[in-house]
């Protein structure tokens, strides 16, 4: 027994040695493969560790793992990492994914044809006596017949390059972004070479990869996982703040992320057979400093300035991609230190910034940003709305995965819910918190002060939903949305916080830009939620007001849809960088008017008004 | 004794423990301190591995010694690393400077003005909830201020800067060399940063490094080295045919040099407490590629294509400069495969280029190489003349170091000879090797086929040079230029051949640019041997003809001084560049009047019209 070799398989052929007397969760941290969160610690209560293991020496379910798992899991062989211990050869699936309901389309297509990444196809006739030019010159020659003059060629790229001989012609690809050789290769057989782009959407909370294939404009995989970065806390400041302890900390965190997006990179090119040529990231700016390593103090406090905002082109080994190194890398502009590439990337999408009429767009990730104007000009803010419909700060709050509910009706006098992929309720996401709170105004459970009412003052309330109305463990009251998941006061007063930080940031910019709601031809509603969000509750809550019924337009991540569209066309990456210096910003954290407009929003709109679905 | 430490120091400040067992000088290779050759083998006769050894339990002198240091050397305290073995703490100096005779001027200037490499004292002021830029567009804007626009900023200076806050402004000198940012320091307090280029002529044999004060143009010290890239072969084909068996052998010359390069700068920086802020390395292709750890297979067989020609903005991280990664470093413009920057440079400090009349480069290193015409076009070619100038190949044959035969006269019917830093005489350097060369065809001891007349041939023969008519070990004529130095029959057959080579290159040249010698106004003579050669003896041995007598300008080492120019003057480095395109290559391998040329010249002129000084 004591001769048995302990060997983990992971990932793609990974593999290392266990102790078999630690827990598979502290084995993973100890190798630094586990790098998502654990809110509970370890104590099998939050179920984020679940792994499907195969082989070895496995005990039986646990109380706690029964608790924690569905039965679609169990049947699946989920197990919870942090309570299981076992000996020998064992093979484990890491639910780091996390796929599916992430991800609303896995295929469709954009419009581009001209993407900054280029493949141009050289033959270097031989060396003679009468043409003993170098290999570089003869190469340089070559490629301005091709249109490409003056390219910058790295020194790391010319070293390997195969010389002249007075034999055979040299066939040779280049890849070339802009102005920069980014890679030589051997040049196909015959047509041209596939190019493919990894656009990553880098996301607080959640980051997903888009294989894009850059010739034809087809997304033809995609994969999503939460953002590693959370096990150095869940938002924006708390990671800054780790970061600004010092360099070794930077590098900690963007090699967290780095090897992250590699992995997800590597998930696909296993899959599709296809490496990315080329990475576009969208983050806001606070991801992207934490991405490439940089010092991102000057983000956290007054007056903001960041360390970089323009247009980055760079290649894997400057970050911490691992396998990588060489791949050219690009992080489009970003605006100030709380409007990132993925605003500007959401703009391009949109289309707003070419428009005549006035358009809103209204982005809602772990922070609120906002963009109000037209093609005669643009007007930005960000507003501290917290991360409460990201389903953070949320009791029973969770991410848009797999068991989270993700609506609530009240139809024909009868109370329902829905979860995403019809697996058993484990929490709210996004969707679910906007739908119970506007449930809760629509029926005066809630009043517009935020406040629950007592359930004497809810004598009409029917049966079905006075039944839902608990205490929570505090003694506060509560809404029971599904078996053990409740909404509480608590709740509400994020709920109502982070909708007034909104709120209060629309009427800001209306002011500040001269217009009315009126004015505003449509709002573009982005963030993580998508599609799955209605838009009757979002104006019941005052999260859209009630003047733009008819006007919303949800969608979706448009910062991974416009990040496919630089990658596509380099018209539109140039256009962001223009836009960095064409966008106005307004500095909301210590806007007079805003203070007022945010209390101002505090109190949720008076029901009646909107029939809830 | 045996807890007794065997600490080994060397260079500066760097010591290793070694062990008492093994020589010095094997202690010294197992560590790679020791790149330079040791032709014995470590038997003590060759003399190669002298070293100034103090402290330790150092042995008395061997007899090997004494007869291997001269008093002067013994007076310093050196030894033969090969013979000792030592206990205890030993300090050593290397004599890989083998400094002194090499060196002409310690200290010169020359004029510049206008230096590629650039430092810019930029202010950025503090941010405001006004002026929120990021750190990196305020610097921008700040540049562009000072006259530099679009700026390249590569991602390693981006990463470390420093974030603008609030508070003060941030004061930062940019250094900037061809449009991109190359280093980022903290601003001096007051007046102009001072900024200092280590210019390298890298030759096959030896190797100089200036460090010259960019502001002033003054060369502010000089270290020289032979080239440690020897220990893989003293000539080019060798090491070529060595670099191009491999990755791992390519890497290893780069390393040698690279290595010996930062170690040559790093002497500097301590004696001066300069470091250098940008290297400029001339040389020839084939020494240029061998640095880069570039594939030279090109330039070793026809049609003698190189891998680059163009002029190289690197970093000493792309090199294998230890020390200095950060370190800017240019390689200029070569032309072909034999015609390097080093010839380039030659072009540009004589000003050839620009000047009406024809005139005649001729650099005498390891190879010969030419360069013929005017500002209206100029044709350069390079002939195989072996490195029988350098001292090599031939019998006694060495550097012009120390001890060198550098002069042999014949002047009052008595013969003398001169050594460099009147030392005893172990060999002969290219000077002395002309001068003897000359004496013998002067006095008819060689007539003009290169033949040594037997003794009864030589009846009118002055007794003080008849002594001097030995035989050596093979039983061929030779002639004793001091005590165990002899010059042999096969030595006059190198010298034939050599000189040839160059004589009818010269023909050769002049009939394809179709002007006579009377149309030549100066004939410049760069290389190794420099300032020490006696035009006379040059043109009694045909090396020059004699149609240009009184025309020939001795320029020394024309290839540091045009580095030192190109780095004074972004000028001149761009004229490199042009020249690189101008200059017609003229390829002499397999050029049938060439050929004729050779065999030509083959014969030695005839004697009695150049007195012998």
Sequence with gaps: MSSMEHILHWGEGQSFSYDPQ????????????????????????????????????????????????TPHERERGYRLACLLRTEGEVTLSLRRGEEGALIQQDHFSLEGGDPPLKALILTIPPASLEDQRDTLTALREEAARGGFDHLDFPFSLIAPLPCRTGEEALRLTLLILNGRVVAVKPAPAQGEPPLYGGVVDLGTTTVVLYLVDLNRGEVVDTVAAMNGQRARGGDVISRIEYAEQGEDNRREMGNIIGSQLARMADEIAIRQGFRADLFLICGNPSMIHLLAGLNPSGIARAPFAPLISETLFLKGGDLFLPGYEETPLILPACLSGYI??????????????????????????????????NREGLLACSCAAGPAFEGANISAGMAGVAGAVSHVEWEGEEYSYKTIASEPAVGLCGTGIIDVMALLLE??????????????ELADLPEDLRARLVTDGNGDRAFLVAPHITFTQRDVREVQMARAAIAGAVTTL???RGISLEDVSRVYLA????????????????????????????????????????????HKLARAEELRREI????????????NDYIMAMTFPEGGEIPLG
């Design 22 to 69: 630690r827990t598979l969760y502290q084995n993973l941290m100890d190798r630094g493969v586990w790098t998502g969160d654990a809110p509970c610690g370890g104590k099998g209560t939050c179920g984020k560790c679940k792994v499907i293991v195969e082989g070895g020496n496995l005990p039986p379910l646990t109380e706690r793992e029964l608790r924690s798992l």
């Design 527 to 570: 963030g993580g939620f998508g599609f799955w969000l209605r838009e009757v509750s979002a104006i019941r809550i005052g999260l859209i007001p009630g003047a733009c019924a008819g006007r919303v337009e949800v969608v979706g991540n448009s910062s991974g849809k416009g990040g496919i569209l630089m990658a596509l066309d380099r």
């Design 510 to 512: 209306l002011r500040e």
């Design 584 to 595: 106005s910003y307004l500095e909301l954290s210590c806007h007079r008017d805003y203070q």
């Design 443 to 456: 029926k005066g459970i809630v009043d517009e002060t935020g406040r629950f009412l007592e359930e004497e």
């Design 340 to 373: 990132g590439s993925d605003i500007l990337a959401g703009v391009l999408f949109t289309g707003m910034e070419s428009r005549e009429e006035h358009t809103l767009l209204l982005d809602l990730g772990t922070n609120g940003e906002l963009v109000l104007g």
